[in-house]
T-cell receptor, first 113, second 109 residues
Framework: DGGITQSPKYLFRKEGQNVTLSCEQNLNHDAMYWYRQDPGQGLRLIYYSQIVNDFQKGDIAEGYSVSREKKESFPLTVTSAQKNPTAFYLC????????????FGPGTRLTVL | AQRVTQPEKLLSVFKGAPVELKCNYSYSGSPELFWYVQYSRQRLQLLLRHISRESIKGFTADLNKGETSFHLKKPFAQEEDSAMYYCALSGTSYGKLTFGQGTILTVHP
């Protein structure tokens, strides 16, 4: 798990601004995921990527965008179109083709002021 | 569609008492079920998965396909078990996890 880093730990944004959350891994995992964690709602999938240069929308992709230019990195941009962006964001990885266990990063707490 | 339901948001027990965290799922195929745990100030981590059929930290969970349940059990709760517990289901090849709403377990001394 120490092989997944997310930065920053806390992030504050003004309404109308885009902000990018970083997720980096050195586990050599192929698949990466972004989840949003809200109290009482569990974790919901935003985007996922199974391979470099390819990604797919999850259940709540509206207002978010991602890129996967490198295997190690899967940044998430929260755009101004996201209606309720204040949340805890978790990045996860999985060794594609192996067991389905996902490993999670420490998370980024985003607060919109 | 796949869905996971954890009916209890909060669960409190005393140390040494048995504990059961409920999880029910809805999925038409053959799912893989997981329990993840999040201790205070720690990242979310896998506790156990049904195909491993193992006991971790004294916890066990049996997949009941007839009742579509995957309840987490421990015969004697410890204070260090206090945490947020999530039940999750994977039913697709790309590893998407569908999580329940989570149950906060508090074990009192």
């Amino acid at each position: 798990d120490g092989g997944i880093t997310q930065s920053p730990k806390y992030l504050f944004r003004k309404e109308g601004q885009n902000v990018t959350l970083s997720c980096e891994q050195n586990l050599n995992h192929d698949a990466m995921y972004w989840y949003r964690q809200d109290p009482g709602q569990g974790l919901r999938l935003i985007y996922y990527s199974q391979i470099v240069n390819d990604f797919q929308k999850g259940d709540i992709a509206e207002g978010y965008s991602v890129s996967r230019e490198k295997k190690e990195s899967f940044p998430l941009t929260v755009t101004s179109a996201q209606k309720n962006p204040t949340a805890f964001y978790l990045c996860a990885t999985r060794l594609a083709g192996g067991k389905d266990t996902q490993y999670f990063g420490p998370g980024t707490r985003l607060t919109v002021l | 569609a796949q869905r996971v339901t954890q009916p209890e948001k909060l669960l409190s027990v005393f140390k040494g008492a048995p504990v059961e965290l409920k999880c029910n799922y809805s999925y038409s195929g053959s799912p893989e079920l997981f329990w993840y745990v999040q201790y205070s100030r720690q990242r979310l981590q896998l506790l156990l998965r049904h195909i491993s059929r193992e006991s971790i930290k004294g916890f066990t969970a049996d997949l009941n396909k007839g009742e579509t349940s995957f309840h987490l059990k421990k015969p004697f709760a410890q204070e260090e078990d206090s945490a947020m517990y999530y039940c999750a289901l994977s039913g697709t090849s790309y590893g998407k996890l569908t999580f329940g709403q989570g149950t906060i377990l508090t074990v009192h001394p």
